[in-house]
């Protein structure tokens, strides 16, 4: 897989949950397992809105050179590494239903894909 197109899945990814979470807060938390107060709300279409500004972000980087993005790939791994921790001990801890396993496969396969293109993808 080369960068563009995994940028463009992450981005994807980022944008579908980012509308998901601001045009249906309820459905999204209580997918996962979370309440529906006036709060958790608000804070479910704030997280939509940071996804949807890493989800902008990723798709206008997706025909920069891997050198030019390499600043995008270094910070989306170290949020996809520090979300995978954290849907991972909110699963594991009962925060989230067993539907928090998917939000663990895709911070986790996320930080592989930017991984590897920080770490180990030819140079070019």
């Known amino acids: ?9 992450a981005a994807v990814v980022a944008l579908g949950y980012a509308f998901g979470l601001i045009l249906m807060p309820a459905f999204m ?6 309440g529906t107060s006036a709060s958790e709300i608000l804070l479910a279409r704030y997280f939509g809105v940071e ?3 890493l989800g902008v972000i990723t798709w206008l980087a997706k025909d920069f050179s891997a050198a030019n993005a390499r600043p995008i790939i ?3 791994l170290i949020g996809n590494i520090v979300g995978t921790y954290f849907a991972l001990m909110g699963t594991l ?9 998917s939000a663990v ?7 592989l894909g930017f991984a ?3 770490f180990m993808a030819p140079a070019k």
């Not at 496969?105 to 930080?111: E, G, H, K």
């Open 51 to 53: 996804l949807l500004v």
């Open 74 to 76: 270094t910070g989306s």
């Open 29 to 34: 938390a209580t997918t996962y397992g979370f």
């Open 1 to 9: 897989m080369n960068l563009r197109t995994f940028l463009t899945i």
């Open 116 to 118: 590897y293109f920080q």
């Open 93 to 101: 801890g009962g925060v989230m239903n067993s539907v928090g396993w």
């Open 105 to 111: 496969a895709v911070y986790l396969l996320l930080a």
